[in-house]
């Protein structure tokens, strides 16, 4: 089992719906988690991290943490086609004694459709 | 630099050959990452330092993989006796501290043939 699992997609959406992008993790002991954007060609850009249970909301995108359920989500309201991109979900795990890194799901792939 | 600056863009070598990846951070972050990413994947740890030393170096996939960052910003990621299978884009990121969000550079995408 992967330690973030993500559905590679593409998930298509119309332009202005939400989209939903689901990403589980194994490691129960994990606290942080993050969102990246990845446009075709370009590098991981941070759009949201989350720490606790809940919502947290920044403009049109929310993400949602349920540790109970080793879950993590992020919803893009009135989705644009310049939101189509490759939607990357992390968590920070303990390395080396002293250190932490990102672990990376697959990514989901998002289209939106104008 | 206003970002993370990565050289070359691109780098096509031969099978066998050696090659160095340069990372420049950001200007005061102490924090710096090695990711690979192949094609439909998502980024791969490989090295983090801390400073001057590799804090954490368990993700490098063998001893053909070394990487050094002697001052504490720039570091380089040099590969030995290139393979095929190493083909991919080599990301840095850099941050203040290990728990925020890294920045990314935009990556070297490394092709052997």
């Known amino acids: 089992q992967k330690e973030v699992e993500q559905n590679s997609g593409p998930l298509s959406v119309p332009e202005g719906a939400i989209a939903s992008l689901n990403c589980t993790y194994s490691?129960?002991?994990?606290?942080?988690f993050f969102w990246y954007r990845q446009y075709s060609g370009k590098s991981p850009e941070l759009i949201m991290s989350?720490?606790?249970?809940g919502d947290k909301e920044d403009g049109r995108f929310t993400a949602q943490l349920n540790k109970a359920s080793q879950y993590v989500s992020l919803l893009i309201r009135d989705s644009q086609p310049s939101d189509s991109a490759t939607y990357l979900c992390?968590?920070?795990?303990?390395?080396?004694?002293?250190?932490?890194?990102?672990?990376f799901g697959t990514g989901t792939r998002l289209k939106v459709l104008a | 630099g206003a970002g993370v600056s990565q050289t070359p863009s691109n780098k096509v070598t031969e099978k066998g050959k050696y090659v160095e990846l340069r990372c420049d951070p950001i200007?005061?972050?102490?924090?710096l990452y090695w990711y690979r990413q192949s094609l439909g994947q998502g980024p791969e740890f490989l090295i983090y330092?801390?400073?001057?030393?590799?804090?954490?170096d368990s993700g490098l996939p063998n001893d053909r993989f070394f990487a050094v960052r002697p001052e504490g910003s720039v570091s380089t990621l040099k590969i030995q006796r290139t393979e095929r299978g190493d083909s991919a884009v080599y990301l840095c990121?850099?941050?203040?501290?290990?728990?925020?969000?890294?920045?990314f550079g935009s990556g070297t995408r490394l092709t052997v043939v």
């Open positions: 990121a850099s941050s203040l501290e290990q728990y925020g969000g890294y920045t």
């Open positions: 490691d129960r002991v994990s606290q942080s």
């Open positions: 200007s005061g972050h102490t924090a």
């Open positions: 989350i720490y606790s249970n």
């Open positions: 330092f801390q400073g001057t030393g590799a804090a954490d």
């Open positions: 992390a968590t920070l795990r303990k390395g080396r004694p002293g250190t932490y890194k990102y672990i």
